[in-house]
């Protein structure tokens, strides 16, 4: 699709629920040769990667297989950080096995109480690790990050001042209190968030030869992202203070497709959280409310894969819709929070694929949802699916880390 004819037939974004236009879902539990999927071999045989596929080839772009010679060191450790609270250790991944970029850092706090391995919380930031925390010992990214004032970005660095700005949407003291750690990764270490063609970050370490950037069907920046969480997992199971079966996965937004699209692929993530990740996350495309598929292929064309590019202004024609993505997740519990003045991410949207995916669920004999309507505001629903839409903008706060800890409590420990 040529950006500018695109461009020009851009629409304005529909935030009138009476101009939903009339959709039909894909049947999530029908195979594509018609047969009902009424079984959980089925399912697992057949639908799913069918679904998988079609996400790959369709949305996302597919992602290589894991290298062989990644290389993990720990270049940091301390017992008692954030004022005796906390252990923290600082891991760089080498994705070629040579210590050069590309490179990605995890920052990781555990709580310093723990007496035996702990469950995490894992998410990607947009501006660095050094941001999640008022912790002046974190490692300054060096790496290119957006332009972005309060964040005291000065020419696409991050500088001494950066340092905590985004510590509200990380909840630190109340994830150690509750006996969880949290591993941090800033997504520019994996692939930075700009359309270079694919020139920088993890993809050319993956072209074929003579191969200049991914093909219509590879991997974008979203996939790269979901991929290098994968690779954090790697890192996470050669870690025995890290109990590897309880690994959550958390993201906002455009961190928030991704770890819907990486809980997705990967079932060693034992739970997914998708904080307002909107379109191409959650939220349905065939509803065209806010946010559509015509306008975030052309604000960021690196995000999906190009063939995504065929369904601007034919989301009808898409052989997925985004329930189907939540369903690769079964059934393994999944929580998708909206926010009321997130309308840009259509939280109807998003509500409606968590209900949607909910026949999968109950097929592979789960609890399911337990809502058949939009909660009220401020009124989580949790079983094996949860979902909140809270007062306030688009944003992670405490009320949603509250949540989602009530959420691990549940199918972690228990209660
Ligand atoms: C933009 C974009 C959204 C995205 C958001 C974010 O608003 O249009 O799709 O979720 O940025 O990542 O904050």
């Given amino acids: 699709v040529s950006m500018q004819t695109a461009q020009a037939q851009r629409p304005k974004p529909n935030y009138d629920e009476a101009k939903v236009p009339q959709y039909k879902l894909p049947a999530v539990l029908k195979t594509s040769d018609g047969r009902k999927v009424d079984s959980a071999e089925l399912w697992w045989k057949v639908r799913r990667p069918e679904i998988l596929h079609l996400f790959e080839s369709e949305v996302y772009g597919k992602s290589p297989a894991p290298p062989e010679n990644i290389l993990f060191e720990v270049i940091s450790q301390k017992n008692d950080a954030l004022h005796g609270k906390a252990i923290r250790k600082e891991v760089s ?11 990605m850092d995890l920052l990781i706090y555990l709580p310093a109480k723990a007496t035996k391995p702990v469950p995490v919380f894992m998410g990607l930031n947009f501006y660095g690790n050094h941001t999640i925390a008022n912790d002046p010992e974190i490692t300054l990214s060096t790496k290119w990050m957006r332009a972005n004032k309060a964040k005291a970005i000065v020419n696409h660095r991050a500088t001494e001042k950066s340092r905590g700005t985004s510590a509200s949407r990380w909840a630190i003291d109340e994830i150690l209190d509750r006996g969880y750690g949290l591993v941090a990764i800033y997504c520019g270490d994996i692939d ?18 003579g191969q200049k950037k991914p093909a219509a069907d590879e991997w974008g920046t979203i996939a790269a992202w979901a991929w290098g969480l994968s690779r954090a997992m ?37 739970l997914v959280i998708s904080n307002n990740s909107g379109c191409g996350g959650a939220a349905l495309s065939r509803r065209r409310f806010g946010e559509t598929l015509n306008v975030i292929n052309n604000a960021f064309p690196h995000w999906f894969c190009d063939n995504f590019n065929k369904y601007i202004d034919k989301e009808e024609q898409l052989p997925v819709d985004q329930h189907m993505l939540v369903s690769l997740i079964a059934p393994r519990p999944v929580y998708v929070a909206s926010a009321v003045e997130d309308r840009w991410a259509d939280p109807r949207g998003e509500f409606l694929s968590v209900l949607n995916a909910e026949p999968v669920y109950k097929l592979l004999g789960t609890s399911g949802f337990g809502a058949k309507q939009m909660p ?14 809270r007062t306030g903008k688009h944003d992670v706060i405490d009320y949603d880390w509250k949540q989602y800890l009530d959420f691990a409590d549940r199918h972690f420990r228990g209660s």
């Avoid at 050669?238 to 990486?262: E, F, P, Y």
């Avoid at 009220?376 to 839409?389: A, F, K, L, T």
């Fill in 93 to 103: 991944v080498f994705f070629s096995g040579k210590k050069e970029e590309p490179r």
């Fill in 192 to 209: 930075p968030d700009y359309d270079d063609g694919f020139q920088n970050g993890i993809h050319p370490l993956f072209n074929k030869a």
């Fill in 376 to 389: 009220e505001v401020n009124q989580p629903v949790q079983q094996q699916m949860g979902y909140h839409i």
């Fill in 234 to 270: 790697d890192y996470l199971e050669t870690d025995d203070q890290i109990d590897q079966k309880h690994v959550a996965l958390i993201g906002h937004s455009r961190l928030g497709k991704t770890s819907l699209w990486a809980g997705a692929q990967d079932q060693r993530f034992a």
